[in-house]
């Protein structure tokens, strides 16, 4: 069963809100923006003020690949042969083995906390935007999941709060498609419009880093995806080989 239960499927949200420009962007868009490219200096009001986009860039070549649009299209990192990406977008960056595909690492920016007063209605928790330290604060009073005690890691060089997430015995499921119930939805995108969450057994390891580029401060994320505590524990080195490679133009903040 899928871990990522955003109301609609992640899927559907993206299809919905390319338009025709944008789905013409996945076919014709090269699959991989790589090389020594000069880095631009990020505005700080990014991702938000950027115009939505999205690729698909689907088998992964071995070696660098530089994000055409997540991160202003300046995040690199080093690809073991065999991998496969999904998306490529202003909101996200996501990349499996092809060997395991019901495991992912995730990238995003900026997300932040949410609960659901009313099943498939997520509403905002806390302030607009969120440090490593608010965001698992507000996740850690969440009676739905499990938050495990923090410890240290990094996000390539930068330095990351490391959490396992999952859901928790006593959860209320809250979205009415839950495939795998309970369903526990907690987070939310600045450019997508449905939450984020996880089903039934799955669980995921969130780094939270807190970097500043263009004189702003943002939340920096990465996430080991895996169907249980087993598969988690069996892919997490493979996943974190990929996550120390990653650079990005910010330092911490």
């Known amino acids: 069963m899928l871990a990522r239960m955003r109301?609609?499927?992640w899927?559907?949200?993206?299809t919905a809100l390319?338009?025709?420009?944008?789905l013409v962007c996945?076919?014709?868009?090269a699959v991989a923006h790589s090389g020594d490219s000069s880095t631009t200096e990020i505005p700080g009001c990014a991702p938000q003020c950027l115009p939505q986009h999205l690729i698909e860039p689907g088998n992964l070549p071995s070696g660098k690949y530089q994000t055409r649009y997540f991160f202003a299209g300046e995040m690199k990192l080093l690809f073991a042969k065999g991998w496969f990406s999904g998306e490529d977008s202003?909101?996200?960056f996501w990349a499996q083995p092809k060997s395991n595909p019901k495991a992912r690492v995730v990238f995003w920016e900026d997300v932040y906390a949410v609960r659901s007063s009313i099943p498939g209605y997520p509403h905002r928790v806390g302030p607009v935007r969120q440090t490593?330290?608010?965001?698992l604060a507000w996740l850690q009073k969440n009676p739905n999941l499990t938050v495990s005690k923090p410890r240290s890691g990094k996000i390539g060089t930068i330095p990351a709060r490391v959490v396992d997430i999952g859901v928790s015995d006593g959860a209320v499921?809250?979205?009415p498609g839950c495939p795998a119930k309970p369903c526990a939805n907690f987070l939310l995108f600045p450019q997508w419009g449905e939450a984020?969450?996880?089903a039934g057994k799955w669980i995921s390891r969130f780094y939270f880093s807190d970097v500043r580029y263009g004189g702003q401060r943002h939340l920096f994320v990465a996430v080991i995806e895996a169907t249980g505590r087993t598969e988690l524990t069996a892919f997490a080195p493979t996943a974190r080989k990929l996550i120390a490679t990653v650079r990005v133009p910010a330092s911490p903040g």
């Open 90 to 92: 202003t909101g996200e």
């Open 196 to 198: 984020y969450g996880i």
């Open 132 to 135: 490593s330290a608010s965001l």
């Open 173 to 175: 499921n809250d979205d």
């Open 7 to 9: 109301i609609s499927t």
């Open 26 to 29: 996945l076919v014709t868009a």
């Open 18 to 22: 390319l338009g025709t420009a944008a």
């Open 11 to 14: 899927l559907s949200r993206r």
